[in-house]
């Protein structure tokens, strides 16, 4: 089978949107995909230094094994938080860290790959952020990654909150 990232940027071990990876990641295992797994809170991603060696070079100047590792895989499931209208500061450094994924021109350097986005943000309303999402996925897009699903969680803020049953079916289906 495939290689599958899951990617957690939430600063709250037993978050919503981790607690969703994880059973996108669970799922993708039990269809025999090696799933390996990175939290985006701790130091070990480094955030894009603007150096430009990316522009002309088929990698990254940061030796944080984040480029051989999205490169390796093929498929990502990336779970965000949005934090105060947007996505939380972790996701934003894995996206500016996508930069790589591109040439000089914005051709896709390493395309085909595919991707579930989960988002989870307190507030209810479910076209609150839409933006912020859509900013994001577009970056996937751009990488030349083929958005197989983008899922939103939205008012896990509320007292007594339960995912509920039609996402974590489409997260499993995804």
Not at 110 to 120: F, N, R, T
């Amino acid at each position: 089978m495939g290689n599958i990232l899951a990617v957690t940027a939430s600063g709250r071990e037993h978050s919503i949107s981790t607690k969703l990876v994880n059973t996108a990641a669970e799922t993708a295992m039990a269809k025999g995909h090696n799933v390996h797994f990175m939290d985006l809170t701790g130091p070990q991603l480094q955030c894009c230094q603007g150096c430009g060696f990316c522009r002309t070079n088929d990698g990254c100047t940061i030796t944080d094994r984040f480029f051989d590792t999205i490169t390796a895989c093929d498929g990502i499931i990336a779970g965000f938080p949005i934090y105060f209208s947007g996505i939380a500061g972790q996701g934003k450094v894995f996206l500016d860290r996508l930069y790589p994924m591109m040439d000089a021109s914005f051709i896709p350097r390493h395309s085909g790959k595919k991707v579930i986005a989960i988002y989870a943000q307190g507030d209810g309303n479910e076209k609150a952020f839409t933006a912020s999402i859509n900013s994001a996925n577009y970056v996937f897009r751009m990488c030349g990654w083929q958005l197989l699903d983008s899922i939103l969680c939205a008012g896990t803020s509320a007292a007594e909150f339960e995912i509920p049953k039609e996402i974590i079916a489409r997260v499993i289906s995804a």
